[in-house]
């Protein structure tokens, strides 16, 4: 292959629930069909109300075949016959489950280009027989990294150096930079910003903690998880409860981004971190924790601070990026400029050369 202009293009994803990979997805159906291949998404979970499939391309095709898990043998079946009718050039897997069925099922139906994308650091999060099935389905085609943390983690579970490639995710910089020209900026840098699932991994609620012993701030907290009830009680725990607004999952990130003046990301576990490009295409700077996904985006006091995991050392940074108007500044011009370097067309155009090697 040679272009992918008429490739007949599977995507397999678990949901298209609003959430960072499924953002990835959604750009990348969309650009891969502007580009001229035909392009399917197939998701294996239950529908979700108001998911981003309402943001694909009329010309991308969605479909739902029912896979409940990795036992569900009956699903894998309807997956690997649906995908032998499409008779697809290349099936592109994201996430742990469609990862399994996804390539399994295209190697059965002898597709010529299959790509599985690893999105995490799952050093301490998948079980043994999750890394195993890993090392065996590797041989089915290539891996893709969205980080160079991420290949190695892979390489230090058994998947072969060789057959990684990284391919950093990207964003559709136009549905951000609409969103500056549509917003007038008049803030005095007390509105911080997270935006991701309320899951332990994201050690919410270290910021939390930190804008409920301020005074004068506020923390839009922007998503949904098992987590949420303990991190709103965290926030009633504080001296200063109402600094903390739970806005739950929206599709209105770039105006939220926009009505703030930092992001925090206090993750311990984080493979790519795509919400810190979001917000470089918004001009904002980041605070976030130093682990090694986010340490390849973000620039310590250029970009944004990176601070280690204590409540006093965030409460610290979001002090100094309230009150030194010339930091922020200076850290908003960086984190625009670096937005440039992680458009979906860049990263499409780093796939192809994955897929048509």
């Known amino acids: 292959m040679s272009s992918i202009v008429g490739l007949r293009i599977t995507i397999i994803i678990n949901s298209l629930a609003v959430g960072g990979v499924q953002r990835l997805v959604v750009d990348q159906a969309n650009e891969l069909a502007r580009q001229g291949a035909h ?18 391309d009329r010309a991308v095709c969605v479909q739902r075949i029912a896979v409940k898990g990795n036992k569900d043998l009956l699903g894998f079946v309807r997956l690997w016959r ?63 990294a969205v980080s160079h943390a991420v290949a190695s983690s892979l390489t230090r579970h058994g998947i072969c150096a060789n057959r990684i490639s990284v391919v950093p995710n990207g964003i559709c910089l136009n549905r951000y930079m609409g969103a500056v020209h549509e917003m007038k900026r008049h803030h005095v ?4 910003i997270f935006v991701g699932r309320l899951v332990g991994d994201k050690m919410v609620h270290i910021p939390i903690e930190a804008a409920t012993s301020l005074p004068d701030v506020r923390l839009l907290v922007v998503g949904q998880g098992p987590e949420q009830n303990a991190l709103v009680r965290v926030a009633e725990r504080g001296a200063y409860p109402g600094n903390v607004i739970f806005l739950g999952v929206r599709k209105d990130v770039p105006q939220l981004l926009l009505a703030s003046d930092c992001l925090v990301l206090p993750s311990i576990r984080e493979g790519f971190g795509l919400v810190i490009v979001e917000a470089y295409a918004c001009g904002l700077p980041v605070i976030v924790s130093g682990v090694h996904g986010t340490r390849e ?58 897929l048509t090697r």
């Open 39 to 56: 392009v399917r998404i197939i998701f294996l979970e239950e529908d979700v109300r108001d998911g981003l499939d309402t943001e694909l």
């Open 297 to 354: 985006l973000v620039e310590h006091d250029k970009t944004g601070l990176i601070v280690d995991g204590s409540v006093r050392e965030w409460m610290a940074a979001m002090e100094k990026m309230t009150s030194d108007h010339k930091l922020r500044a200076r850290l908003s011009i960086s984190a625009l400029a670096q937005a440039g370097h992680y458009s979906i067309e860049s990263h499409v155009r780093q796939l192809v050369k994955v």
């Open 82 to 144: 649906h995908v032998c009718r499409e008779r697809s050039d290349v099936v592109m897997t994201h996430m742990w489950l469609a990862n399994n069925h996804g390539r399994l099922a295209a190697w059965c139906a002898r597709v010529p280009c299959i790509a599985a994308f690893e999105h995490s650091i799952y050093d301490t999060k998948k079980p043994l027989h999750q890394f195993l099935a890993d090392r065996l389905l590797q041989y089915c085609g290539d891996v893709i």
């Open 189 to 192: 840098g007390r509105t911080f």
